[in-house]
């Protein structure tokens, strides 16, 4: 017959109550989500139609993309400010190539990718072993890139080359009508991507422990430096490749574009459910913050009467919701 030490017994069920309450901002954004569905649904005709929630994705791919990115950077216990420079720097960057160089569409993606990601590796050098704040890092970051987007061109630079033309009309027929543009299937292959790679892989496992306590994951063995290094070449990445899918859906790069992306990115990972102090979160739950983002819009658009500004009113309350939500949460553990 076995004995259960009174203590320990204890201990599984406060990690099973953390565990239920870790999940818990997530199952109230999914909530939310549906609960705003089926109001906007009474309230206007046709907006349960399947292409109005299609066009969540398709007109916020790009953000989706950073989304994933930042997500990891959060988990981790850090902050990216630079997301929405880096997707203007590429944007340029590829139009400019493209446009006026005579640069292969194919040629100029590898080529932004590869700097994006290498962009966020030397921000990650600099915070890991100078031991420099992330904040400011990033925001130094932030500040190069859009002004070196700026150097290259004040001017938006349209893209008329006949390969982006043709992937920005592409649409994949889903039935009834409904389909999917090429921007909004890399958002779900990022998705799917960035969620296997936090639950299944060493470096997702190493991500969460660095957020979680920086110092105990040091002493297990883990690879801190390389994986924080890691985390921001990935943010670097994912905000390169949102500069690519922005030019698709815009066919144009501007040093203006994404101005304040950043912000909405991060908006968009807390209300998923991911803590700012790192350590608790979910890919798909930042990718459901998007989509409640992208629904605000929606409503107001399809109101009719309401000014744009209250989408910024209705997330910032939503995020200091979230923010209490996630402080309650933090005192219980």
Do not use: K
Not at 24 to 35: D, I, N, Q, R, S
Not at 196 to 212: C, D, E, K, P, Q
Not at 220 to 234: D, N, Q, R
């Amino acid at each position: 017959m076995s004995v259960v030490h009174p203590t320990s017994a204890a201990g599984a069920r406060d990690a099973r109550a953390w565990r239920v309450a870790e999940r818990l901002p997530l199952l109230v954004t999914a909530t939310l989500f549906v609960a705003m569905s089926a109001g906007g649904g009474v309230l206007y005709d046709g907006f349960l139609s399947p292409q109005v929630f299609l066009n969540l994705l398709i007109d916020n791919a790009f953000l989706c993309i950073v989304a994933v990115g930042l997500t990891f950077v959060i988990l981790s216990g850090g902050i990216d400010l630079s997301v929405g420079a880096v997707i203007a720097f590429t944007s340029v960057l590829s139009a400019t190539l493209v446009q006026q160089h005579g640069w292969h569409p194919l040629a100029a993606i590898p080529l932004v990718l590869a700097f994006g990601a290498g962009f966020g590796a030397l921000m990650g050098t600099l915070i890991r072993y100078y031991r420099l704040p992330p904040f400011v890092v990033t925001l130094a970051g932030m500040f190069l890139a859009r002004g070196a987007a700026t150097l290259i061109s004040v001017d938006s630079i349209s893209i008329e080359h006949p390969f982006y033309t043709a992937v920005a009309a592409l649409r994949i027929p889903l039935g009834g009508g409904a389909s999917l543009s090429f921007g909004a299937l890399a958002a779900l292959a990022v998705v799917a991507g960035g969620a296997l790679l936090a639950s299944a892989t060493r470096f997702g496992r190493t991500v969460y422990a660095i957020g979680g306590n920086e110092q105990s994951a040091w002493l297990m063995g883990l690879p801190v430096g390389s994986t924080l290094v890691g985390v921001y070449a990935l943010s670097g990445f994912c905000s390169a490749l949102a500069g690519v899918t922005y030019t698709f859906y815009m066919l144009s790069g501007y040093s203006q574009h994404a101005m304040g992306l950043e912000l909405d990115a991060i908006a968009a990972v807390v209300i998923g459910g991911t803590l700012l102090s790192g350590g608790s979160g979910h890919v798909l739950g930042s990718f459901v913050g998007v989509l409640v983002l992208g629904l605000i819009q929606t409503l107001i658009v399809f109101d009719g009467t309401l000014s744009s500004w209250w989408t910024r009113i209705a997330i910032g309350v939503l995020l200091l919701a979230f923010c209490l939500l996630q402080r309650l949460l933090v005192a219980r553990r």
